[in-house]
């Protein structure tokens, strides 16, 4: 069964860090586009970041840049998200993604969307 599940979320307080990973099962993250998505509540799901087969692209929202950063465990198999100095308006419902085969972008329109995708986990920022 293919499967990916996220975990590393919880409360923290602004300017906290959290790690959030993706591990995948029944299938190898190295040949996939990783990407997370953030649902906040009463707002659309946007994407966060994301990372392209063979690292050659990673990607962040305006909102994230120079906080967050993503990368691989290939060992693991499981991408992570790391989040420095949270913020209240990162609070929300991350998912992780996949889609196979994507080399040169990850973000924006992407023929068909991400393949396969978790649960979710939540993330809340607050004092």
């Known amino acids: 069964q293919l499967q990916l599940v996220e975990s590393g979320g919880g409360l923290v307080q602004p300017g906290g860090s959290l790690r959030l990973s993706c591990a995948a099962s029944?299938?190898?993250?190295?040949?996939?586009?990783v990407g997370w998505f953030r649902q906040a509540p009463g707002k659309e799901r946007e994407q966060v970041s994301c990372?392209?087969?063979?690292?050659?692209?990673?990607d962040y929202v305006d909102s994230v840049k120079g906080r967050f950063t993503i990368f691989r465990d290939n060992a693991k198999n499981t991408v992570h998200l790391q989040m420095d100095n949270l913020k209240p308006g990162d609070t929300g419902v991350y998912y992780c993604?996949?889609?196979?085969?994507?080399?040169?972008?990850?973000?924006?329109?992407?023929?068909?969307?991400?393949?396969?995708w978790g649960q979710g986990t939540q993330v809340t920022v607050s004092s």
């Open positions: 993604a996949a889609k196979a085969q994507l080399y040169y972008y990850c973000s924006g329109y992407i023929p068909g969307g991400y393949d396969y």
């Open positions: 029944g299938f190898t993250l190295d040949y996939y586009a």
């Open positions: 990372i392209t087969v063979g690292n050659r692209v990673t």
